[in-house]
């Protein structure tokens, strides 16, 4: 069974450019995650989808970050402008819907200039 | 609210040697409880999940760890590492209510280095 698929998993842009993490989940999963991690911290999270819904986007920063998960499946996330503090990793997690465990991608290391 | 507090950032041990990992939660609800290891640039991968039952739970690699509800802890164990070991390791907790959503909340790492 293939895992949950991120790409790119490197990327170097300067400061107010435009960037976006695209996932895969495992399939058959319709819970779909997006966490960020800092250096040397643990991951928080950004957004939860349950299909294509955005259930909880509390913590997503509005003014710059956005989401999306058009056909309940794959899901993309931006940041535009992009600010030298945004320099992480961004990690994908999927899980079924009510499951107790999520199962991450290897991450997209995003580092701004 | 959830908080996990991992009380050793970093862990040097050598080969062949135990170690031990703790982790303290905190939070008014039941909880189900996690260990994820992560190798560098790499994602995370879970090493063994607490849900219910026994206290004593076994996961890959080797590893265990023990749920105390008075202690609030969650300590994971191995009793003998070997080099690829070497890693990153995240507690972490969940509400196992489903209008939680199931959000994992993660303490902040052990690095743990296995010196040969």
């Known amino acids: 069974e293939a895992g949950v698929v991120q790409s790119p998993r490197y990327k170097i842009i300067e400061k107010k450019q435009p960037v976006a993490f695209w996932c895969n989940p495992i399939?058959?999963?319709?819970?779909l995650y997006w966490y960020l991690q800092n250096l040397g911290q643990g991951p928080e999270l950004l957004i939860r989808?349950?299909?294509?819904?955005?259930?909880?986007d509390s913590q997503l920063p509005k003014d710059r970050f956005s989401a999306e998960r058009l056909k309940g499946v794959d899901s993309t996330l931006k940041i535009q402008p992009a600010e030298l503090g945004d320099s992480a990793v961004y990690l994908c997690?999927?899980?079924?819907?009510?499951?107790?465990?999520?199962?991450f991608g290897p991450g997209t290391r995003l580092t701004v200039l | 609210a959830q908080s996990v507090t991992q009380l050793d950032s970093q862990v040097p041990v050598f080969e062949e040697a135990p170690v031990e990992l703790r982790c303290n939660y905190s939070?008014?609800?039941?909880?189900?409880l996690f260990w994820y290891v992560q190798y560098p640039n790499q994602g995370l991968q879970l090493l063994l999940k607490?849900?219910?039952?026994?206290?004593l739970v076994k996961g890959i690699n080797g590893f265990e760890a023990e749920f105390n509800k008075s202690q609030t802890s969650f300590h994971l164990r191995k009793p003998s590492v070997h080099i690829s070991d070497t890693a990153e390791y995240f507690c972490?907790?969940?509400?196992?209510?489903?209008?939680?959503?199931?959000?994992?909340?993660f303490g902040g790492g052990t690095r743990v280095l296995v010196k040969p």
């Open positions: 997690a999927s899980s079924t819907v009510g499951g107790d465990t999520q199962y």
């Open positions: 399939s058959g999963h319709n819970t």
């Open positions: 989808y349950e299909n294509e819904e955005a259930v909880d």
């Open positions: 939070s008014s609800v039941s909880v189900y």
């Open positions: 607490y849900l219910s039952g026994s206290t």
């Open positions: 972490a907790v969940s509400s196992p209510w489903r209008a939680a959503g199931n959000k994992l909340t």
